[in-house]
């Protein structure tokens, strides 16, 4: 009995991926095109988040390490890749930093070769260049020509070959080792007033940069638990940080910011916050809900497809979303809205209503509220209006205010309950606390509910925290709940509401420079008591 050829699993493909420097944005396009394109991937602890991020929802994440979180060594490291590409896994290899710099991508791809596998490389953005641009200076420029980049672990280097103008010395994880290399350099005959720069975390929001000369930082007293990795750069080119220092001096930098909104919102402000070197930090407050009863908005439906109003009015992406969802349960679009004037506050909510294919007729000009759009509103006219009614479709907590001034301009109002706002569960126990205590140096509140629930499932924000509102009646909210508000957006708006907010934190840093202080992060500093006393 002959036993029939079983069909050879066609080898998937494999690709070695670095993730860079340590900003994930700074990932290239080929690197994110094989993350998604990968089946599996098997990545270095440090990248995992940048892994999950662009992983396909259907991919594997493996991370390379041993028993109890130990690192594999290259050869166990490439073995999982070589064992997944031969099950028929098109596999992606996410290395940490640089590995073309460290040889890492040397010693996966031979075992690679060895075992026959062919693989593409997405060799990424070097630290070697990214860092000091970070930092604010190139690595060439006046009489520096050469740039050598050196292993500050190598007990070897030829030092007095290294004393040149002309040459940038680049020290890879050399932070550690600053005051050893400065002596050495010193003793080799540098001039004692080289500048040299020494940065740790670099191009990400932890991102701390000292400049000093070799004389100085040669007297420094040795650390002997000095943070391990980081650059250590030496040369004229570092005098160029005084001019072109762009990153560390951004207005919110390095500030821990409290988002307490619902996760579908958070996306536009979190973008905003993080142009000015904030780091972000989601809250969910509230949970969307149907209403209970949905015979009032389905009465509303079919009156705004039969022509029953001439108006509708969106005051939240949230009550486009239910009207969205509500048409197309009926088979309806953007269509039941011919022949029927639309008004909309808020640039989320403008842009949720032209994503649905609905461009709004009434817009504020300026203040982005209630009271900016009554008071743009068009009075009834009953010889320009057939019909005399408004559709507002909105949260079941809204207040009245829209709807008593819209009855004084002669509108009668139909006040739709579209969708519930009900209070979320509160954060993890580490963020409460952090809330609590000063771990955030700002909390933003776009709207009144987010203050109240947050104080509600959180508590109250520390004192030392810097409190912003988007608005008036958002401002009233929060010193009704004892808190004292630093920053009130000019505009309503959420891109207002950032900017007051970088305004504010740039005020703090031009205060601490000429204070002499070297950091104006709130969470830093611990400021005296500021909750209102009522």
């Known amino acids: 009995m002959t036993t029939p050829n079983r069909k050879k699993v066609p080898t998937g493909a494999v690709a070695l991926v670095a993730a860079g420097p340590g900003d994930p944005d700074l990932l290239t396009l080929r690197a994110v095109a094989l993350l998604q394109a990968a089946d599996t991937i098997i990545t270095d602890p440090d990248a995992l988040a940048i892994a999950e991020a662009h992983a396909a929802p259907s991919a594997s994440i493996v991370v390379a390490v041993g028993k109890a979180g130990a690192p594999l060594d290259p050869a166990d490291r490439a073995r999982l890749v070589i064992d997944a590409a031969r099950e028929g896994k098109d596999v992606a290899r996410l290395l940490c930093g640089d590995p073309v710099v460290d040889g890492t991508l040397m010693h996966e791809a031979t075992a690679l070769r060895k075992a026959k596998l062919a693989f593409d490389i997405a060799p990424g953005v070097s630290e070697v260049t990214a860092v000091p641009a970070y930092a604010g200076f190139g690595l060439t420029g006046g009489r520096a020509r050469q740039i050598r980049i050196l292993d500050a672990h190598d007990t070897d280097l030829p030092w007095s070959d290294l004393v040149s103008a002309r040459i940038t010395l680049v020290f890879l994880n050399g932070a550690s080792r600053a005051g050893d290399i400065a002596s050495r350099l010193v003793a080799a005959g540098a001039n004692e007033a080289t500048p040299i720069a020494i940065v740790h975390?670099?191009?990400?929001?932890?991102?701390?940069?000292?400049?000093?000369?070799?004389?100085?930082?040669?007297?420094?007293?040795?650390?002997?638990?000095?943070?391990?990795?980081?650059?250590?750069?030496?040369?004229?080119?570092?005098?160029?940080?005084?001019?072109?220092?762009?990153?560390?001096?951004?207005?919110?930098?390095?500030?821990?910011?409290?988002?307490?909104?619902?996760?579908?919102?958070?996306?536009?402000?979190?973008?905003?916050?993080?142009?000015?070197?904030?780091?972000?930090?989601?809250?969910?407050?509230?949970?969307?809900?149907?209403?209970?009863?949905?015979?009032?908005?389905?009465?509303?439906?079919?009156?705004?497809?039969?022509?029953?109003?001439?108006?509708?009015?969106?005051?939240?992406?949230?009550?486009?979303?239910?009207?969205?969802?509500?048409?197309?349960?009926?088979?309806?679009?953007?269509?039941?809205?011919?022949?029927?004037?639309?008004?909309?506050?808020?640039?989320?909510?403008?842009?949720?209503?032209?994503?649905?294919?609905?461009?709004?007729?009434?817009?504020?000009?300026?203040?982005?509220?209630?009271?900016?759009?009554?008071?743009?509103?068009?009075?009834?006219?009953?010889?320009?209006?057939?019909?005399?009614?408004?559709?507002?479709?909105?949260?079941?907590?809204?207040?009245?205010?829209?709807?008593?001034?819209?009855?004084?301009?002669?509108?009668?109002?139909?006040?739709?309950?579209?969708?519930?706002?009900?209070?979320?569960a509160p954060p993890p126990a580490e963020t409460r606390e952090a809330i609590k205590t000063g771990g955030f140096d700002a909390v933003v509140f776009t709207s009144s509910s987010t203050v109240r629930n947050l104080v509600g499932i959180a508590g109250k924000p520390h004192h030392s925290t810097i409190v912003a509102c988007i608005g008036p009646q958002t401002a009233k909210t929060a010193e009704e709940h004892g808190l004292r508000v630093d920053v009130l957006a000019e505009i309503s708006t959420i891109a207002g509401l950032v900017d007051a907010l970088a305004a504010h934190g740039e005020a703090m840093r031009m205060a601490a420079i000429e204070a002499g202080e070297s950091s104006w992060r709130p969470s830093r500093r611990r400021q005296q008591p500021r909750r209102k006393v009522t």
């Open 201 to 424: 975390g670099g191009t990400t929001v932890d991102q701390r940069t000292t400049s000093a000369t070799l004389h100085d930082v040669a007297a420094m007293p040795k650390q002997s638990k000095a943070p391990a990795g980081g650059l250590v750069v030496v040369g004229e080119v570092v005098a160029q940080r005084d001019k072109l220092e762009w990153f560390e001096s951004k207005a919110l930098f390095g500030w821990r910011v409290l988002i307490p909104r619902t996760h579908e919102q958070a996306g536009p402000i979190m973008g905003l916050l993080r142009r000015h070197g904030a780091v972000p930090m989601e809250v969910p407050t509230i949970s969307v809900e149907p209403p209970r009863t949905p015979q009032q908005m389905d009465r509303a439906i079919h009156g705004l497809v039969s022509g029953r109003y001439e108006w509708i009015g969106f005051t939240s992406v949230n009550a486009v979303r239910a009207i969205r969802e509500k048409l197309a349960e009926v088979g309806l679009d953007a269509r039941s809205f011919a022949g029927l004037k639309v008004a909309a506050v808020g640039e989320g909510t403008v842009e949720s209503l032209v994503e649905f294919g609905v461009r709004p007729d009434l817009v504020p000009s300026e203040d982005q509220t209630t009271s900016g759009l009554l008071e743009e509103w068009p009075p009834y006219d009953s010889l320009t209006d057939p019909i005399n009614r408004v559709f507002l479709p909105r949260a079941d907590i809204a207040t009245d205010t829209l709807v008593a001034g819209l009855n004084e301009l002669g509108w009668e109002v139909e006040d739709v309950t579209a969708y519930r706002t009900v209070r979320a």
